[in-house]
């Protein structure tokens, strides 16, 4: 194995592997900060190290843009607040801790080649998945972990399920990616693989998650219809092959909700207690069900949502009290939407250095994925639109979208630009896909 592999496969386990940590620390009966700090610096210290020791990887990681000097920038921005703010007890525990760590594995990320990114796009779907498995098999045995009140399903000891349903969203849509590009024996494993991660979401209760999937799988699709189209053939093979995929799982969703809520029922004349099972499932459908009472532009009465609302009123408010230097770092404690954070914090110096490049990466990403059609057409003498669908560099783009979707709904709903690892590393995966997918598309056909 290459020394690009074992930095690729170390940042994978980092993206999608701190669930995966707290489900194995849960069963060995560890619960360290210290434990903590050390995996997620490992597995980010690994690639920076071994790309930095690589001619080329230490090129790509030494390239500065107009990206990465506006992050710099906002990190400048970050750091003066933190050190002369004359209130230093309101930010949270360890906060230049995590800020370091997750905004220097945006650094890490961007200078990755695009092979490397398929190894981590590989490697993260194995460690979700083997996550999910591991929960859904701590459900049935009775050994899970659950928090608000036994409701909504969490990774050992971390207490946050906001993780644990992205990580089910990632396992179940990154296995349908792969159903894509798999042989016809092995589709059905890959169908299969991808019911836990659907379930893990749903106990969870993530509400952020269940959007991305909505998303991702959206814009995946507009991808690969779009791809498809350019052959001139018949669209029915992938209508009938979608429409398969998705009643298939309607089926299996049907079937275990009443199997899974039988526990809660006791043989005598009484009914006993729900199982935390039984109360996870309603919980989650009351969720998701909340969610999409919103999406209709209904009206719901669910805490949550309207506590978010509240907190985004009373930012955008700030943020136009003081527009242009803000009312400083963690003026408002939560906010639970990083742009809006930091346009309180900051001002419109906040909005130039993180909100901007950020629509501007998403911008580059939602254009990428149409020209890619485009090219197909251009070059339609040398490629089989439907083999190119099944190709390293058609699955590392439709990874990419997920990632973004995630990116998205994290940062809008569960905020923090300072302490959410995973939006943050993302945002430096999809840079290194950018500077890299022009190269590896030519490469392709």
């Known amino acids: 194995m290459q020394w690009s592999t074992i930095a690729a496969v170390s940042f994978g386990f980092y993206m999608h592997g701190l669930t995966f940590y707290f489900v194995i620390a849960s069963l060995a009966g560890v619960h360290s900060a210290t434990l903590t700090a050390a995996y997620q610096s490992l597995t980010i210290g690994i690639p920076f190290l071994l790309n930095l020791v690589d001619s080329d990887g230490r090129k790509r990681m030494l390239r500065f843009g107009a990206i990465e000097l506006l992050y710099l920038l906002f990190a400048a921005l970050f750091l003066y607040d933190y050190f002369t703010t004359r209130t230093p007890e309101i930010f949270p525990e360890n906060l230049i801790i995590y800020a370091g760590l997750y905004w220097f594995a945006l650094m890490v990320g961007r200078s990755l080649s695009f092979e490397q990114l398929k190894t981590v796009c590989y490697t993260s779907n194995r460690v979700a998945v083997a996550t999910s498995l591991l929960l859904i098999a701590q ?15 969490v990774a050992g000891t971390a207490g946050n399920p906001i993780n644990v349903g992205h990580t089910g969203a990632y396992a179940f849509l990154t296995c349908l990616l792969l159903w894509l590009k798999a042989k016809p024996s092995s589709k059905m494993v890959w169908l299969g693989l991808s019911v836990p991660g659907l379930m893990v979401t749903i106990f969870s209760g993530t509400r952020s998650a269940t959007l991305a999937i909505l998303l991702g799988a959206a814009i995946v699709a507009i991808y690969v219809t779009r791809i498809i189209t350019q052959s001139g053939r018949s669209v029915a093979r992938v209508t009938t092959n979608v429409t398969f995929i998705f009643g298939l799982l309607l089926s299996v969703m049907l079937l275990l909700g009443p199997l899974m809520a039988a526990p809660g029922q006791s043989a005598g004349t009484k009914t006993a207690e729900p199982s935390p099972l039984t109360v996870a499932i309603d919980n989650g459908s009351k969720r998701i069900d909340a969610l999409f009472q919103v999406l209709s532009g209904g009206n719901t ?31 408002q404690y939560a906010t639970h939407n990083a742009f809006l954070q930091v346009a309180l914090e900051f001002g419109i110096l906040g909005v130039t250095t993180f909100v901007a490049p950020f629509f501007y990466i998403v911008y580059h990403i939602v254009q990428a994925t149409f020209l890619t059609a485009k090219r197909v057409r251009q070059a339609s003498s040398q490629i ?21 979707m995630q990116a998205v709904c994290l940062f809008s709903f569960h905020g923090d630009p300072y302490r959410n690892y995973l939006p943050i590393c993302s945002t430096g995966l999809l840079l290194a896909y950018l500077r890299s997918q022009r190269a590896a598309f030519r490469k392709s056909i």
Not at 141 to 150: F, I, L, R
Not at 308 to 327: I, K, W
Not at 392 to 401: E, H, I, K
Request: glycine share 10%; with cysteine; proline share 3%.
């Open 139 to 153: 459900v049935v045995t009775g050994t899970a972990s659950w928090a608000d009140h036994g409701r909504r399903l």
């Open 301 to 331: 009465g669910d805490s949550s949502i309207r506590g978010r609302e509240n907190m985004f009123r009373f930012a955008f408010e700030g943020f136009l009290a003081h527009p242009l230097s803000g009312q400083g770092l963690y003026s």
């Open 384 to 404: 089989n639109p439907e083999r190119f669908i099944r190709s390293d560099f058609s699955v590392v783009t439709c990874f990419m979208l997920v990632i973004f």
